[in-house]
């Protein structure tokens, strides 16, 4: 087979899935917001989405921070989670579910007006952990809790 | 927007609570539309900013995994009773809304 005539294919291709999709809204321009993050919402992949939210570093394993989620949702459209830490100086927490077709749902900055702790709802495509980053102090923590999804909400 | 947002502010006796919620479709971009076949274009919040008397006390940073009608809840110091609360948003299609509370 010619492969260069596949490689112009694929490319074609791509080119053309992204023109639809900047058509349809779903690439914001990153200059509409610029506070907006573009590039870490837009992310398929949980590292790369981490990556462009808070940089290289590994977030490290804390037990300072509770993620609070149901242990079962029947509706995987609206889960409830609570994000607390007793870490200092927290500047920002980040809720990620790594299934999703965008990993990163959420990322709230805090000043120091604020209690440590935020609740929400978030949606889930399937089974999955919610995973918070949170930073503080300059430095990245994280900690997971599991949810099962059972969609119909037949207890699975 | 059918309906306005909620917002709820508290003295709750250590500090001040805030409860609210958006009413907002927060459409991924990623279903389609069942008689089409089309997809349903993504309209969603990307950004919330909780003011206290005028002072950024929290931004929000939303993507297409927040939940439809999203709720918001969180506790903040430095207030007493009477200050306003104001919280606004702004989504991908450059729609905007907000509100006001008075803490009670």
């Known amino acids: 087979m010619d492969t260069s005539r596949r490689i112009i294919l694929k490319a074609g291709m791509a080119a053309s899935t992204l023109a639809v999709a900047a058509g349809a809204g779903l690439l914001v321009p990153n200059t509409v917001y610029a506070a907006w993050p573009a590039k870490a919402f837009n992310a398929t992949k949980l590292d790369v989405a981490m990556n462009a939210m808070t940089g290289k570093d590994k977030p490290v394993a804390s037990a300072d921070i509770t993620v609070d989620a149901p242990d079962i949702a029947e509706n995987g459209a609206v889960v409830s989670f609570k994000v607390k830490t007793t870490l200092p100086k927290v500047e920002s927490i980040s809720v990620y579910v790594p299934v999703n077709a965008f990993p990163l749902s959420a990322s709230y900055i805090l000043s120091n007006q604020m209690e440590t702790s935020i609740t929400g709802r978030i949606k889930m495509a399937k089974t999955a952990d919610v995973v918070a980053v949170v930073k503080s102090n300059g430095k990245l923590y994280t900690a997971k809790k599991g949810v099962k999804v059972t969609l119909g909400g037949c207890g699975g | ?104």
């Open chain 2, 1 to 104: 927007m059918a309906r306005k947002m909620k917002i709820r502010a508290w003295d709750n006796g250590k500090n001040t609570s805030i409860k609210a919620i958006i009413f907002h479709p927060m459409e991924t971009g990623l279903r389609k539309d069942k008689k089409t076949g089309k997809k349903i274009p993504g309209h969603y919040i990307t950004e919330v900013n909780c003011e206290h008397n005028g002072k950024n006390i929290l931004t929000c940073l939303w993507g297409p995994g927040v939940s439809k009608n999203p709720f918001l809840s969180f506790d903040f110091n430095g207030a007493k009773k009477g200050d306003s609360v104001k919280i606004s948003w702004v989504d991908n299609q450059g729609k905007k809304g907000g509100s006001t509370a008075k803490i009670s």
